[in-house]
């Protein structure tokens, strides 16, 4: 095959060896796990801890797939709450008690036995103590509380009549302080919300130049496709989609690679470049995937191209679907959520009868053989693909988005790019405009076959595959 013969220019051998050196687990592919996770479409629920003790048992590989195993839906390390806070934030927030604590100290103080000590110095730092974790509303909320506190004491010890010059000395140098704090805290918040402005546009547009827009029409289907970025800074997605229309029908994939940043988006480069390559050569879908599979072999075995804990513990979910003009959808699944199909009003989920692991883990299974599983879709019928930032959602009540009513709700008389943008407006609400992970979604309709015409003939079928690279075996 066409891939077979790329994959001889590249010595990947070393790669493969490292990873193969780790380990295996034996009897195959347990699949049980997977299929009760997608029951209902909702990540399972794991009881805390359980498998915690198995996985520093394993090598760091390993203990990844057991993760994949038992919460397929969810990354490793991700929180299980919306909107969670890493561990680098609690500095942070613990920054922003700082000048609280200062305030109710100085309170305390000033209403004990030790009211002699002047303490209009230390209250007068904690404007600018605010200013620099909290923006100028927060500054000048620190700055009444200290006038308070300052009035306050100075009433309650009767100070205004023997100390008057003191307080008022006290009253001048926190309102010197906390002018200034406020124009300094507005002119930093202002520059770091540019410079962010400016790093998220290059990364929207570096990952427009990758993720392009799916076409209207694609030979028997219509087309339509979507991606929300997550409030996640500057950094950019591991979310990949594509539709391609071909001589064996319209193709599609969704992926969804592990972590974020340029890491990220160097893999959904290499994968969906493999992909838009070999989708118009390679005869089987099983053989698409393979591409890819080598594809990011190949990368990976570059020196300085990933980080040691990419090349660890990375790993690419990817889907593939195949609609050919006849009334069926082909698919291949390595580890992704199943697709759905909207049927006359009915939700179905086209679950793989076996379960295959994502690209990057296929070292740590025996046996794998990756198979096309064939599902009816007929005229009228929805295809939906999408990452698992859908159902994944959850709102302030930790509820998971209910993506299968969601479309069941919606009505049958809209378009695909209507169709998504309801689905769009629901997850909004669902999660009150706080998505904490990237959502990419392709939704395909069937359409008659009068109206169908794919537009390739059989002897375009023909000329495409007498133009694929040959492999040597061929020669």
């Known amino acids: 095959m066409v891939c077979d013969a790329l994959a001889r220019t590249v010595d990947v051998a070393p790669m493969v060896a490292a990873l193969c050196g780790l380990g295996r687990p034996r009897g195959g592919w347990d699949g049980t796990a997977r299929a009760d996770a997608f029951t209902g479409l909702r990540p399972p629920v794991r009881e805390p801890g359980a498998d915690r003790g198995v996985e520093r048992s394993l090598p760091a590989r390993q203990a990844v797939l057991m993760r994949f195993r038992l919460r397929p839906c969810l990354r490793p390390g991700a929180s299980t709450r919306p909107g969670a806070v890493g561990h680098s934030g609690v500095p942070f927030r613990l920054g922003q008690c700082v000048p609280f604590a200062i305030v109710l100290a100085v309170l305390a103080i000033e209403l004990s036995p030790a009211h002699d000590l002047v303490t209009g110095p230390v209250i007068a730092t904690t404007p600018a103590l605010a200013a620099l974790t909290m923006g100028p509303m927060g500054t000048l909320t620190t700055a009444v509380l200290a006038a308070g506190v300052n009035a306050a004491s100075a009433t309650y010890n009767r100070s205004w009549g023997t100390l008057t010059q003191l307080i008022f000395g006290n009253f001048l ?18 520059r770091r919300q540019g410079e962010l402005d400016q790093v998220r546009r290059i990364a929207v547009a570096a990952q427009e130049v990758v993720l392009r827009p799916v076409p209207e029409r694609l030979g028997p289907v219509r087309a339509a496709s979507l991606c929300l970025a ?25 992926g969804d690679v592990r972590g974020k940043g340029l890491s990220a988006m160097r893999a959904v480069a290499v994968t969906l470049g493999a992909f838009r390559v070999s989708v118009h050569y390679e005869d089987e879908l099983t053989e698409v995937m393979h591409c890819c599979e080598a594809a990011l072999r190949r990368e990976a075995a570059v020196p300085g191209t990933y980080s040691q804990e990419v090349l660890t513990e990375g790993f690419v979910t990817a889907l593939m679907a195949q609609v050919p003009d006849e009334q069926v959808v082909l ?37 794998l053989t990756a198979k096309v599983e064939s599902y009816p879709f007929v005229r009228g019928d929805r295809l939906l693909l999408y990452t698992d930032g859908v159902i994944e959602a959850r709102n302030r009540d930790n509820d998971f988005f209910p993506l299968p009513q969601t479309m069941e709700g919606i009505r049958a008389s809209t378009t695909p790019r209507e169709f998504l943008e309801e689905l769009h407006q629901a997850l909004i609400r669902h999660t009150g405009d706080r998505l904490t992970d990237d959502v990419a979604m392709i939704l395909v309709d069937r359409l008659d076959e009068d109206t169908a015409g794919s537009g390739y003939t059989s002897g375009t079928a023909r000329t495409a595959r007498s133009t694929r690279p040959m492999s040597s075996a061929e020669r």
């Open 331 to 367: 698919v291949v699944n390595r580890g992704h959520p199943p697709p759905l199909v909207l049927h006359r009003g009915s939700v179905q989920a086209l679950m793989p009868a076996t379960p295959l692991p994502p690209l990057g883990l296929e070292d740590l299974v025996d046996g």
């Open 230 to 254: 997550a409030g996640t800074g500057a950094l950019v997605g591991g979310d990949l989609y594509e539709a391609v229309r071909t001589p064996y029908g319209v193709r599609l994939i969704v």
């Open 173 to 190: 140098a926190l309102f010197v302080v906390s002018v200034a704090s406020v124009v300094l805290s507005n002119a930093m918040r202002t």
